[in-house]
């Protein structure tokens, strides 16, 4: 069954609902004092990890939409995109706010011992980038260059797990599978844009038949 657009208007319904619901869990948490001996920084990984959630389906939209020949579906992925960027501001703010309580000064000092943090900070310039150009307004004036810019979100994909992975001390496993599902993500659409460019290359039969010299 193809998607139509009364089936993407509930779709995108129920992504705010699963999208919003991990935000009122957590505060719901904080609330009750659910969020173990360091609040602060269940916070900042709680929200991190909603981040990454949410660039991780972004990601997926696109292959499974080619995949089942939904192309309505790909309407959701701007939607999504702003989510990311909603969960990776509300990482930010917590990690400002909440450690080192905006004192400015103090977040040199973090980027020096915490080299992670300005892969992060790149991270979040692009997904910056990304969410202020998500316009269809914008994406008509800026024309070739948006898609340049919008294909840094596989950039993004990969340095925000590889921050994940630093910023932790011993539990690695769960940024390593980050970082190998955002690989596989990765390998994926390289392997689509190689069968594009191998469809539209013309034959050596058509480059004989339209060459004035033979």
Do not use: C
């Amino acid at each position: 069954m193809k998607l139509k657009n009364k089936h993407i208007k509930w779709l995108k319904a129920l992504f705010h609902l699963i999208a919003i619901t991990p935000i009122v869990a957590l505060v719901l948490l904080v609330m009750g004092d659910h969020v173990g001996g360091e609040p602060v920084e269940y916070i900042i990984h709680y929200t991190g990890i909603g981040a990454l959630n949410a660039l991780v389906l972004t990601l997926i939209i696109s292959p499974l939409a080619k995949r089942f020949k939904q192309g309505a579906l790909l309407q959701t992925r701007r939607l999504i995109g702003l989510y990311v960027f909603a969960y990776a501001t509300l990482h930010i703010l917590s990690f400002v706010a909440l450690d080192l309580l905006f004192e400015w000064n103090l977040l040199w000092q973090e980027i020096i011992n915490r080299p992670y943090i300005i892969v992060g900070a790149l991270s979040y310039v692009i997904l910056f980038l990304l969410a202020i150009t998500s316009l269809n307004s914008v994406r008509r004036k800026m024309g070739k260059r948006w898609q340049q810019l919008h294909n840094t979100v596989y950039v993004a994909a990969l340095l925000i797990p590889v921050h994940f992975y630093w910023s932790v001390k011993s539990e690695i496993i769960e940024p390593s599978i980050y970082i190998a599902i955002m690989l596989g993500l990765l390998a994926l659409r390289l392997g689509q844009l190689a069968k594009q460019k191998t469809k539209h290359r013309p034959s050596s039969k058509h480059k004989v038949a339209a060459s004035p010299l033979r």
